[in-house]
């Protein structure tokens, strides 16, 4: 994967030249080792502004693909994917309603 967009905090953002399963697994590695850990992204259209993201336990943080075929989505538990019938949203993950 060479490209990743990022919601974080209700906002866009976005990773180049990026592989998605390394991010993955230093947000995750992060989480595991209860600590936070500080990811560099881009913000903004046209010119984007680099940015520091804060990720760790607690902290709310969306990675989707661009570019290119999707990774395996197995979901946090290695579980494939429970599409909603009526939705085809993946249930097999728990989301987040609001920010604050």
């Known amino acids: 994967m060479k490209r990743i967009s990022i919601?974080?905090?209700g906002r866009?953002?976005?990773?180049?030249?990026e592989d998605f399963d390394r991010l993955k697994d230093v947000i995750r590695a992060a989480h595991e080792a209860g600590r936070t850990e500080?990811?560099?992204?881009?913000h903004g259209e046209g010119r984007p502004q680099p940015a520091e993201l804060l990720v760790g336990p607690g902290i709310p943080i969306?990675?989707?693909?661009?570019?290119?075929?999707?990774p395996d989505r197995g979901g946090a538990s290695g579980r494939g994917a429970s599409p909603d019938a009526e939705?085809?949203?993946?249930?097999?993950?728990g989301g987040v309603d609001s920010l604050f």
Not at 12 to 17: A, D, I, R
Not at 38 to 42: A, G
Not at 87 to 93: F, M, Q, W, Y
């Open 62 to 70: 969306a990675l989707i693909p661009i570019d290119g075929s999707s």
């Open 87 to 93: 939705t085809g949203a993946d249930t097999s993950v």
């Open 38 to 42: 500080w990811i560099t992204v881009n």
């Open 7 to 9: 919601v974080y905090a």
């Open 12 to 17: 866009e953002f976005s990773v180049g030249q």
